[in-house]
């Protein structure tokens, strides 16, 4: 096959020996997955924490990046941990993985599965599982910074490893952006993480060029009435007729108030109101996830909700004084997750060559999750993002396999962890070329 002057140099960045004997960059990942990766792998499964709290999660990594001859700090926005590795000039490129578990009982049937419970700050405690695959991320984030240590002589710039909290609760990139990260360590000109994903075939790798994850917005709608008897409807105003129609009405906002070619979701997750069959209460509390895959399109949702719940309100007879209280969370919140396109492709480029192209697929979105991601890459903030996703499910139990946050959840963790370390790798290399 011919190689282009493009390509060999590329091989030259990424430090792939050519002479027969020598070990390249798959065959040194798959050696220190057999020696240290698997058994860290099956400790961060069996040892998941709730987002906020991931204390011993924590200070593991930062044991093993420090351990690495990373720089290391944490504590930063919360648990969060941030490693720097500066070698020479050249563009400094952030990788992120996430760390959280969830709150929920593993019934996996792995010798490794979870029997963690947890407590948060306060609060009740909860059965605790790596429902997500952020065990895989962290320990491919391990596997990345010992692959591009080995190879300082390879790349020329500054790596700046994060362990992120809170995904699951999309709160944790923003606490740490509050921290000062862009200001305390260096400011990336890229950022790079992936997702391992139970749709896709283990260890193929998915690099889309624009949208990657929808904007979430939690609302909470508190609806107000007129209490009285059930019998007696009409001397009252009933709020759980209120919000029923505003439930209905709401999904005008998504048919009728944004363009029919864009996505929009806006679903009532939950409604609780009343005491008994035969009183009329006097207030309804609804619970709603908003997604869109464009900031435009988050706003005009957003602020149609308001408009919506009044005039349902006002239309049925609901006082002035009493108009729904509309309640955006501060907390769970993020923008949409979008790839910077030139960069995409740069990456995308470089996997191809230096992967196969039978390992790089381009797999259809199939609902509108969302990624906290999104927040360190914000247009405002100039960081050029690229997230990407990991398969990690064997091809003959693909459509077949247990969602994310089932209790069920479970990855093939070779290829998956393999392959998210040489993409990782593959990527920043690209990105971080030599100095001349």
Request: aromatic share 6%.
């Amino acid at each position: 096959m011919k190689r282009t002057l493009q390509t060999i140099c590329l091989f030259a960045v990424l430090n792939i020996p050519a002479l027969a004997g020598a070990e390249t960059l798959s065959e040194s990942i798959a050696a220190d997955y057999q020696t240290r990766l698997e058994p860290l792998f099956k400790h961060f499964h069996a040892h998941p924490e709730l987002s906020g709290v991931e204390f011993e999660t924590a200070r593991r990594m930062a044991s093993e990046l420090r351990d690495l001859g990373y720089q290391v700090t944490e504590g930063v926005g919360g648990t969060g941990v941030v490693a720097v590795l500066e070698n020479g000039p050249g563009p400094t490129v952030m990788i992120r993985a996430d760390m959280d578990g969830l709150p929920v009982q593993e019934d996996t049937g792995l010798a490794y599965a979870s029997t963690a419970r947890q407590k948060k700050p306060g609060g009740d405690e909860f059965p605790v599982m790596h429902a997500c695959g952020h065990d895989v991320h962290i320990t491919a984030l391990v596997g990345t910074a010992r692959q591009l240590m080995q190879r300082k002589a390879a790349w020329s710039g500054t790596a700046v490893l994060i362990v992120q909290p809170a995904e699951e609760t999309i709160s944790g990139a923003r606490a740490m952006l509050q921290d000062g990260l862009y200001e305390r360590f260096p400011k990336p000109e890229y950022a790079l993480a992936f997702h391992v994903d139970a749709d896709g075939e283990a260890g193929k790798i998915n690099v889309p060029l624009a949208i990657t994850g929808s904007s979430s917005d939690s609302v909470d709608i508190i609806v107000h009435g007129v209490g009285t008897h059930g019998a007696y409807p009409h001397q009252g105003v009933d709020p759980v007729l209120v919000a029923a129609q505003i439930v209905v009405s709401l999904q005008s906002i998504v048919s009728r108030t944004i363009s029919p070619l864009e996505p929009g979701v806006i679903t009532v997750g939950a409604i609780h109101g009343g005491t008994k069959h035969n009183i009329i209460g006097d207030k309804v509390e609804m619970q709603l996830t908003v997604r869109s895959d464009s900031f435009e399109t988050r706003k005009t949702l957003l602020a149609a909700i308001k408009r919506v719940a009044d005039g349902v309100a006002a239309s049925l007879g609901v006082p002035a004084e009493l108009m729904p209280e509309v309640i955006y969370s501060s907390t769970e919140t993020t923008p949409p997750t979008i790839n910077d396109e030139a960069t995409a492709r740069r990456v995308r480029s470089a996997l191809v060559e230096n992967l196969g192209a039978d390992m790089i697929v381009d797999n259809p979105r199939t609902g509108m999750g969302a990624e906290d991601f999104a927040y360190f890459v914000e247009p405002s903030l100039g960081v050029k993002g690229v997230y990407f996703d990991v398969g990690g499910t064997p091809a003959d139990q693909l459509g077949s396999a247990p969602s994310h946050h089932s209790p069920f959840f479970k990855i093939q963790p070779e290829p998956s962890i393999k392959s998210g370390i040489e993409a990782m790798v593959v990527s920043a290399m690209a990105l971080m070329p030599p100095a001349e």
